[in-house]
């Protein structure tokens, strides 16, 4: 059984920052990429950043330049920093990994999803 656990989220003022952290768990014997998505009311979920095991990156382009996302490969967490935080960045983001569970099939794992908030 493989769990993503988020953490972080919660409400901050525009021009603000947080951090959003996501922690994995389980037999795991692969990890090919993870990143993190968000869902806001009424949207689609889209795609904030990613990382692939190489270490390369890939940024939505309303969030490049103000969000950085790493990866501690040690510990199997992904971090999200997040910047400069504008009203529309609000939505409910959620970690996904791209992994294998005791050599067997590959495939995506997703995380409860956490709150941002961005409002004065």
């Known amino acids: 059984q493989v769990q993503l656990v988020e953490s972080g989220g919660g409400l901050v003022q525009p021009g603000g920052s947080l951090r959003l952290s996501c922690a994995t768990s389980?037999?795991?014997?692969?990890?090919?990429?993870m990143g993190w998505y968000r869902q806001a009311p009424g949207s689609q979920r889209e795609l904030v950043a990613r990382i692939i095991s190489g270490g390369s990156t890939n940024y939505a382009d309303s969030v490049k330049g103000r969000f950085t996302i790493s990866r501690d490969n040690a510990k199997n967490t992904v971090l999200l920093q997040m910047n400069s935080l504008k009203v529309e960045d609000t939505a409910v983001y959620y970690c996904?990994?791209?992994?294998?569970?005791?050599?067997?099939?590959?495939?995506?794992?997703w995380g409860q999803g956490t709150q941002v908030t961005v409002s004065s």
């Open positions: 996904n990994a791209d992994l294998r569970v005791n050599w067997g099939t590959r495939r995506d794992y």
């Open positions: 389980g037999s795991i014997s692969s990890i090919y990429a």
